[in-house]
């Protein structure tokens, strides 16, 4: 009904290939763009921005990471929660090490340190895959944890512990500490999602993306016409590692601001980011936003519901949480092994047609 | 052994050139079993080279030393006029050797179209710092790759299933996808295994016209396997036949229908 590609031509490969090849996504999209660069920063306060905007926009840049990797290229991670230690740890110690450059840059250094680590740690994916793969990943996981734990270098010698995110700038905008403005820090965000998902776009419709896509298709078959598995499987813990760090790097040092390792980067999260990654869609862009928007409203809407609305007990709506994205998670594997993306896309094929199905 | 340059023209006029691939010696154990045994022939520019034998002769094993995925013991294979050294499958694939499999070897989860383009991944040189910002080299490199698999597409009609994921086609389809990616690899020897099994006669009969244009309007040399004999004797120039391991039989088809081995092979032999 109110979604047409008829007297939609187009005309060039380019065009065919584009990410939004279907005007009305396009126009969508731009909207979509519009109101969060332009709208929403002029309303946004304290508690939009900690509770669903900032912890959105940090997950969709962690579960795209983790998608190209999982969904893209099928290497399955349990790691992810380390890899976002190693992004919080690297933009701490480059925060303190150098605290006139601009904060931009410590994230992205940040992002690509966390990639070298993540492409260490996936060496032994070109030996092993599946449930061993997941626990080579497991062990990347705890042994970060324990790295951040026991190596004082790390938080600075600091007596908890702990690292503190000190107040750093943006050309004179203040995005960490305490005194950083709602719109500061969610605009930073933002930028960083949006260059991330335009990046993952790029990759994924191209060479290195089919390359990824046919390493998780039939690996063997792969290899035998040309794909280097080497060079693919890498890569992709790279690009994944990259996007993952920026995302621990924004978690530490503009969402939380003082983390301490095993609470803030255990399994739980870990798990978190896969279960946004499966709930949303393997192997799909807009997937990783919904999973990440699913999982950080469910919350919310729960606790808006069951404590506010119906009166209920705080611990009793928390364990109810855990029920339903347990129960969730069950449903979609059975149901829709290609998550909410998939059936997003049986919607749209369906309201092509609509009304009138023949 | 026949010259490298020496050409000849067939009965139909396709030129046949000198030898793109020569097999020397190949010996292929695994563990006490012997699935090659002292094989040698060659391939020559243009051909289409058939290899045939009963089930379990050791055909696709062959195959799969020609496209590097298994390492002979002995004996060495020559590509262009030079022996090859130990490489990776991938390796070979970038050499020119491009190869379709028995069982559908297809990336079930992307388009018929994304399919066709890991083909041309050979020839994709952009790294992927410019993937990754797409505009400039990386487009106009997709674009042009793109090109050269419409046309493949076009040549092997299937312009209307280009955006369908390979999971939703029906077998025959499934094949001609696989011939398509393969193709588009433009590779200097085409290996495919079995590219008719369970194909009723009209399938049979495209797959059939797709392989001849290929070989002629490409000038792609091909190796085959197939059990369909009135097929194989149709489409080779030369065919090698093989029997536990062993060859029993090189030559043109008229001359391997009437080896007595090979009917031997075929018929088996009575025991009187």
Request: hydrophobic content about 50%.
């Amino acid at each position: 009904m109110f979604y047409r590609e008829a007297g939609d031509y187009k005309v060039s490969y380019q065009q065919d290939s584009q990410t939004f090849p279907i005007k009305f996504d396009r126009y969508r999209y731009f909207l979509v763009m519009a109101v969060a660069f332009l709208v929403v920063p002029f309303f946004v306060n304290d508690y939009w921005a900690n509770a669903i905007l900032l912890p959105f926009l940090i997950y969709s840049i962690a579960a795209i990471g983790l998608n190209i990797l999982v969904g893209y290229c099928g290497q399955v991670s349990l790691g992810t929660g380390g890899f976002m230690a190693v992004g919080a740890y690297a933009c701490y110690k480059l925060m303190t090490a150098f605290p006139e450059v601009s904060m931009f840059v410590h994230v992205l250094l940040s992002g690509g340190i966390t990639a070298l680590v993540c492409v260490a740690f996936g060496l032994p994916s070109l030996r092993i895959k599946g449930f061993y793969l997941a626990v080579a990943t497991l062990a990347a996981q705890f042994f970060l944890v324990w790295l951040f734990n026991r190596v004082p270098w790390f938080y600075n010698y600091s007596a908890s512990g702990q690292i503190n995110a000190p107040e750093r700038d943006v050309f004179g905008v203040i995005v960490t500490g305490p005194n950083a403005p709602a719109w500061a820090t969610y605009l930073f965000s933002l930028i960083f999602l949006t260059v991330c998902a335009i990046v993952a776009r790029n990759l994924t419709r191209g060479t290195v993306g089919r390359s990824w896509m046919a390493i998780r298709d039939m690996d063997i078959a792969a290899e035998i016409i040309g794909v280097n598995p080497l060079k693919a499987k890498l890569s992709a813990f790279g690009v994944s590692g990259f996007f993952i760090g920026i995302s621990g790097a924004l978690f530490f040092a503009v969402y939380l601001g003082a983390v301490e390792v095993g609470e803030a980067f255990g399994i739980t999260k870990s798990f978190l980011v896969l279960f946004m990654v499966i709930i949303g869609g393997l192997g799909s862009i807009f997937g990783s936003f919904a999973g990440a928007a699913f999982l950080v409203l469910l919350p919310v809407v729960l606790k808006v519901v069951g404590v506010d609305l119906l009166g209920w007990p705080t611990d009793i709506v928390a364990h109810f949480q855990l029920v339903i994205v347990g129960a969730l998670i069950i449903v979609f594997l059975i149901a829709e092994p290609h998550g909410i993306a998939q059936l997003w896309r049986v919607a749209k094929e369906k309201l092509r047609l609509w009304p009138f199905p023949h | 052994m026949k010259d490298m340059d020496d050409s000849s023209v067939t009965e139909d006029g396709r030129t046949i050139g000198g030898v793109v691939m020569e097999m020397k010696n190949i010996t292929l154990r695994f563990g006490g079993v012997v699935a090659i045994k002292d094989i040698s022939f060659d391939i020559r520019e243009g051909e289409i080279r058939a290899i045939i034998g009963p089930n379990g002769a050791g055909k696709s094993s062959m195959l799969n030393v020609i496209s590097g995925f298994y390492v002979p013991q002995e004996g060495d294979v020559w590509f262009r006029g030079s022996k090859r050294p130990a490489m990776r499958p991938y390796e070979v694939a970038r050499q020119g050797i491009a190869r379709t499999f028995q069982n559908i070897a297809l990336f079930d989860g992307m388009s018929v179209l994304d399919n066709v383009m890991t083909g041309r991944l050979n020839y994709m040189k952009t790294n992927i710092f410019q993937q990754a910002l797409w505009r400039g080299r990386a487009e106009a490199e997709e674009t042009e790759n793109r090109e050269v698999v419409e046309r493949i597409i076009d040549f092997l009609e299937i312009q209307a299933i280009r955006k369908t994921p390979v999971a939703r086609l029906p077998y025959g389809l499934k094949k001609r996808v696989e011939l398509a990616r393969a193709l588009a690899a433009e590779p200097k020897l085409l290996l495919l295994d079995e590219p008719m099994a369970g194909m009723n006669v009209e399938e049979k009969e495209d797959m059939s016209r797709f392989i001849l244009d290929a070989n002629d309007e490409f000038g792609t040399t091909i190796a085959l396997i197939e059990h369909d004999m009135g097929v194989v004797m149709d489409l080779s120039d030369r065919v090698v036949v093989m029997d536990y391991g062993k060859k029993i039989g090189d030559g043109t088809p008229d001359e391997v229908r009437n080896n007595q081995a090979v009917i031997d092979a075929y018929l088996g032999v009575s025991h009187d």
